[in-house]
């Protein structure tokens, strides 16, 4: 049986050295994909800073503002991600729903993951996310690219592997791992050296270790040659060192155990067949920017060359001088007679044309990009009409919503795989929770919550003048009670603290024990035209607006079409504007709701 050490190591060696072939006039090097976009975002080389006569080569860098472009145009936010109901008596369900799932982003940063992730999509076209359960909150991150060992053509069914660093201190408060392999572990480091006792690194500083996770055989855990056929989803953390013995290692498991589900998954703008990572912005742009450097590097040569003063002359005096110099140190020029110095003429030709061959490779690129000049904000030629430009951005956009919705997918499947399932165990707790809400989401929530606190505060004021007081109870004056309701909640400003019941033990998990997330997870975009909706909706608003409205079924049915094609209004929030409140019977569910002083009464009796 092999060790998990040598398996990391295997893996390792083909991922460092491994090329995949796409086709047959198509290879794929995962690892050199990585450390070329990583060089292009940095405005470095890949093949040196200066050219085979030692000067230094520009780097005229057109990924980064692709990468900026395709950032911003697929981002989504915290506020964007939201529970929608399916039918209208789910509404108060998904609203509650919506407001756990705030507060868990609020709690887990997952604003800055969004933007974390929305960047690496734009560079790499493809991300790594892991969520992770951390004193009792779920946390999800990005996994850089240059960090991870990943199967090339199939991430989901290959184990995936983190290279870390950690130093000793780091190690040892880890409480998950053996303390014991730890100190061994550190005992082993040694800071290598070479014959002169010159320090060949720092390793000893920090310490390699290597996070597996996937379905590996039950084996590696059992150390049993019968389980080798039996699969199980594990996790390991070990490292090892070179062993005295040539070739060899020493392993050492910092840990190692089962476990439910595997924490990563990958993520795509567009997905690309026969390869994990997908095409991003720097990737469409690497023959771009390769041409670009050339030209600007061609350019260059010809202004240093132009910048020189050069001389020719017959005079055999001059031979192995630079008579430039001389000038410049103020040595006094020593000519033959009749012998000519003159200047030769070195004055740059053709850039011209070499700026008009990289503005060519520029624009080629951005189309690949999908990037258009009023994106980049640049000036469109004079005579341009406005509406020309905004039908030529929309068309840009085009590419950017179906990575928007990609991204939503996305979001889906993280919120189905493991938020929701991480909210679900987290709501069994009665504590209050805190929402901020737009105008909107006010109005509906204190809509629903005013009249029924009203019914409650005249209650409680009726049991005090019956049973404590003595007195003949009078009915509250029911306006002016919601009146107090809605002052109390208006100090409050956007804010609204919700908790399960008034009841202490009632929990939120038996206030949804019925609503079994049989909903969807709507996510929407920024990329829309905020004009042509706002049109839409004032059409629709004149519309509704019409006495005749109410009492016409087709032009409910047009109005509630066009809202569902926009998808910023829903028809279910159309029409709980126009539903009344129920406010629960004092006596029962088959009391009625008639406000008498007397049937109240009756029921506290």
Same mark, same amino acid.
């Given at each position: 049986?092999?060790?998990?050490?040598?398996?990391?190591?295997?893996?390792?060696?083909?991922?460092?050295?491994?090329?995949?072939?796409?086709?047959?006039?198509?290879?794929?090097?995962?690892?050199?994909?990585?450390?070329?976009?990583?060089?292009?975002?940095?405005?470095?080389?890949?093949?040196?800073?200066?050219?085979?006569?030692?000067?230094?080569?520009?780097?005229?860098?057109? *990924?980064?503002?692709?990468?900026?472009?395709?950032?911003?145009?697929?981002?989504?936010?915290? #506020?964007?991600?939201?529970?929608?109901?399916?039918?209208?008596?789910?509404?108060?369900?998904?609203?509650?729903?919506?407001?756990?799932?705030? =507060?868990?982003?609020?709690?887990?940063?997952?604003?800055?993951?969004?933007?974390?992730?929305?960047?690496?999509?734009?560079?790499?076209?493809?991300?790594?996310?892991?969520?992770?359960?951390?004193? !009792?909150?779920?946390?999800?991150? *990005?996994?850089?690219?240059?960090?991870?060992?990943?199967?090339?053509?199939?991430?989901?069914? !290959?184990?995936?592997?983190?290279?870390?660093?950690?130093?000793?201190?780091?190690?040892?408060?880890?409480?998950?791992?053996?303390?014991?392999? *730890?100190?061994?572990?550190?005992?082993?480091?040694?800071?290598?050296?070479?014959?002169?006792?010159?320090?060949?690194?720092?390793?000893?500083?920090?310490?390699?270790?290597?996070?597996?996770?996937?379905?590996?055989?039950?084996?590696?855990?059992?150390?049993?040659?019968?389980?080798?056929?039996?699969?199980?989803?594990?996790?390991?953390?070990?490292?090892?060192?070179?062993?005295?013995?040539?070739? #060899?290692?020493?392993?050492?498991?910092?840990?190692?155990?089962?476990?439910?589900?595997?924490?990563?998954?990958?993520?795509?703008?567009?997905?690309?067949?026969?390869?994990?990572?997908?095409?991003?912005?720097?990737?469409?742009?690497?023959?771009?920017?390769?041409?670009?450097?050339?030209?600007?590097?061609?350019?260059?040569?010809?202004?240093?060359?132009?910048?020189?003063?050069?001389?020719?002359?017959?005079?055999?005096?001059?031979?192995?001088?630079?008579?430039?110099?001389?000038?410049? +140190?103020?040595?006094?020029?020593?000519?033959?007679?009749?012998?000519?110095?003159?200047?030769?003429?070195?004055?740059?030709?053709?850039?011209?044309?070499?700026?008009?061959?990289?503005?060519?490779?520029?624009?080629?690129?951005?189309?690949?990009?999908?990037?258009?000049?009023?994106?980049?904000?640049?000036?469109?030629?004079?005579?341009?009409?406005?509406?020309?430009?905004?039908?030529?951005?929309?068309?840009?956009?085009?590419?950017?919503?179906?990575?928007?919705?990609?991204?939503?997918?996305?979001?889906?499947?993280?919120?189905?795989?493991?938020?929701?399932?991480?909210?679900?165990? #987290?709501?069994?707790?009665?504590?209050?929770?805190?929402?901020?809400?737009?105008?909107?989401?006010?109005?509906?929530?204190?809509?629903?919550?005013?009249? +029924?606190?009203?019914?409650?505060?005249?209650?409680? #004021?009726?049991?005090?003048?019956?049973?404590?007081?003595?007195?003949?109870?009078?009915?509250?004056?029911?306006?002016?009670?919601?009146?107090?309701?809605?002052?109390?909640?208006?100090?409050?400003?956007?804010?609204?603290?919700?908790?399960?019941?008034?009841?202490?033990?009632?929990?939120?998990?038996?206030?949804?024990?019925?609503?079994?997330?049989?909903?969807?997870?709507?996510?929407? !975009? =920024?990329?829309?035209?905020?004009?042509?909706?706002?049109?839409?909706?004032?059409?629709?608003?004149?519309?509704?607006?019409?006495?005749?409205?109410?009492?016409?079924?087709?032009?409910?049915?047009?109005?509630?079409?066009?809202?569902?094609?926009?998808?910023?209004?829903?028809?279910? =929030?159309?029409?709980?504007?126009?539903?009344?409140?129920?406010?629960?019977?004092?006596? !029962?569910?088959?009391?009625?709701?008639?406000?008498?002083?007397?049937?109240?009464? +009756?029921?506290?009796?």
């Amino acid at each position: 049986m092999e060790s998990i050490g040598t398996l990391v190591r295997e893996l390792e060696n083909n991922y460092q050295s491994g090329t995949t072939y796409i086709s047959e006039h198509v290879e794929f090097n995962l690892k050199d994909n990585i450390s070329r976009i990583d060089a292009y975002l940095n405005s470095k080389h890949i093949t040196g800073d200066t050219d085979s006569q030692g000067r230094p080569k520009p780097f005229f860098n057109i *990924v980064t503002a692709a990468t900026n472009i395709w950032f911003r145009a697929t981002d989504i936010d915290r #506020k964007n991600i939201h529970i929608k109901a399916t039918k209208e008596a789910d509404y108060w369900l998904a609203f509650l729903a919506t407001i756990h799932l705030q =507060e868990f982003m609020r709690k887990s940063a997952f604003g800055q993951f969004l933007n974390d992730w929305g960047r690496t999509l734009a560079r790499y076209g493809s991300a790594i996310i892991k969520f992770i359960e951390k004193k !009792g909150e779920l946390y999800a991150k *990005v996994i850089p690219w240059n960090t991870a060992i990943v199967d090339p053509v199939d991430f989901d069914n !290959g184990p995936v592997i983190e290279k870390l660093y950690y130093t000793p201190a780091q190690l040892k408060k880890n409480e998950s791992y053996d303390q014991d392999m *730890v100190k061994k572990l550190l005992d082993s480091l040694v800071t290598r050296k070479t014959l002169d006792n010159t320090t060949k690194d720092t390793q000893s500083e920090f310490v390699e270790v290597y996070e597996i996770h996937g379905e590996l055989p039950l084996s590696y855990l059992t150390d049993k040659e019968t389980d080798e056929d039996t699969y199980q989803q594990q996790m390991h953390v070990i490292s090892f060192v070179a062993s005295k013995e040539q070739g #060899k290692f020493d392993d050492f498991t910092l840990y190692a155990g089962k476990e439910g589900k595997n924490p990563y998954m990958i993520t795509h703008l567009i997905k690309e067949d026969g390869r994990t990572q997908s095409i991003g912005a720097v990737e469409h742009l690497f023959e771009a920017q390769w041409m670009m450097n050339h030209s600007v590097k061609a350019i260059k040569d010809q202004l240093d060359l132009a910048s020189k003063l050069i001389f020719q002359t017959s005079d055999g005096n001059y031979v192995g001088r630079n008579a430039l110099t001389s000038i410049q +140190n103020g040595d006094i020029m020593v000519h033959a007679l009749n012998q000519p110095l003159t200047e030769l003429n070195n004055t740059s030709h053709d850039i011209t044309a070499q700026q008009a061959f990289g503005a060519q490779w520029q624009a080629m690129g951005n189309q690949l990009n999908g990037i258009s000049e009023a994106m980049l904000g640049a000036n469109q030629p004079a005579g341009s009409a406005w509406r020309q430009t905004q039908a030529l951005l929309a068309e840009s956009h085009s590419l950017f919503e179906l990575m928007t919705e990609n991204k939503g997918l996305d979001i889906e499947n993280m919120m189905t795989t493991y938020i929701i399932d991480f909210l679900k165990k #987290k709501m069994d707790t009665s504590e209050e929770i805190s929402a901020t809400m737009n105008s909107y989401q006010i109005k509906q929530i204190d809509s629903a919550f005013v009249p +029924n606190e009203a019914v409650r505060r005249s209650n409680r #004021k009726i049991i005090d003048q019956l049973l404590y007081k003595g007195q003949e109870a009078q009915m509250p004056d029911m306006a002016q009670m919601q009146n107090e309701v809605q002052a109390d909640l208006n100090k409050w400003g956007n804010q609204r603290f919700i908790k399960p019941d008034d009841i202490p033990t009632k929990t939120w998990k038996e206030v949804l024990k019925d609503f079994e997330w049989e909903v969807e997870v709507d996510i929407t !975009g =920024e990329q829309t035209d905020k004009q042509a909706v706002l049109d839409t909706l004032n059409t629709a608003l004149q519309v509704v607006m019409n006495p005749n409205f109410a009492a016409s079924p087709k032009a409910q049915l047009i109005v509630n079409r066009i809202l569902s094609e926009v998808g910023t209004l829903s028809p279910i =929030e159309l029409s709980l504007s126009d539903t009344q409140p129920i406010v629960p019977a004092v006596g !029962g569910p088959n009391m009625g709701q008639l406000p008498a002083i007397t049937q109240q009464q +009756n029921a506290l009796r």
